[in-house]
């Protein structure tokens, strides 16, 4: 199974970049990851096409499952 945790923020353009984390801690708490993307923000460490980001928006754990089929 992967876990990859999703995060959008708003940036200051109105439009919306995400961020993924592949195989993300299995404790993450929605405070602890509303408090990371603060972080973000308050530190001004990404420009995505010009803009800068501005406001979280939204965070999801996105799971998928492989499964092998067997073509013998």
Do not use: Y
């Amino acid at each position: 199974m992967r876990r990859v945790l999703q995060m959008t923020f708003k940036k200051t353009d109105d439009r919306l970049a995400r961020i993924n984390v592949n195989d993300s801690r299995l404790d993450l708490t929605p405070q602890d990851v509303k408090t990371a993307m603060e972080n973000m923000i308050d530190q001004n460490i990404f420009k995505v096409g010009g803009a800068e980001f501005a406001a979280v928006e939204e965070a999801k754990v996105i799971v998928t499952q492989e499964e092998v089929l067997d073509l013998q």
